[in-house]
């Protein structure tokens, strides 16, 4: 636990510091009927190179609580589990609502 705290300092020193930060953003749906970890395994192994080749240190994605079986895959593939609270505006509320999150962090 330790170490994942440490390494989102890291990550967020890193975004606030003077050096640009870049990122991927990528969302991934894979058919039921495709082995979906080997899938997801062949992407992560792509995104872990390019991010590699970038110079970039770290790889952060999040999920829900409820997303068990992909919070498993990422914890499989060697990244720290961090559970923290989201604010977020719900329109259909009209207010600001917490969502529970699980970060998951991996330095390169």
Same mark, same amino acid.
């Given at each position: ?9 890291q990550?967020?020193? *890193?975004?606030?510091?003077s ?8 969302? /991934?749906?894979?058919? +039921? ?12 192994r792509?995104i ?21 079986? *992909? ?7 060697g ?11 719900? +329109?259909? /509320? ?13 330095? /390169?």
């Amino acid at each position: 636990m330790e170490q994942a705290i440490d390494i989102r300092r890291q990550t967020q020193e *890193a975004i606030d510091g003077s050096n640009p930060a870049y990122c991927f953003a990528i969302s /991934l749906l894979v058919h +039921p009927d495709y082995h979906r970890e080997e899938v997801a395994g062949m992407v992560l192994r792509y995104i872990e190179d390019e991010a590699s080749k970038r110079k970039m240190e770290y790889i952060v994605t999040g999920e829900t609580p409820d997303e068990i079986e *992909a919070r498993k895959f990422w914890k499989d593939n060697g990244f720290a589990e961090i559970h923290q609270h989201e604010f977020r505006y719900k +329109p259909q /509320l009209s207010s600001a609502g917490r969502i529970e999150r699980y970060l998951f962090i991996k330095k /390169l």
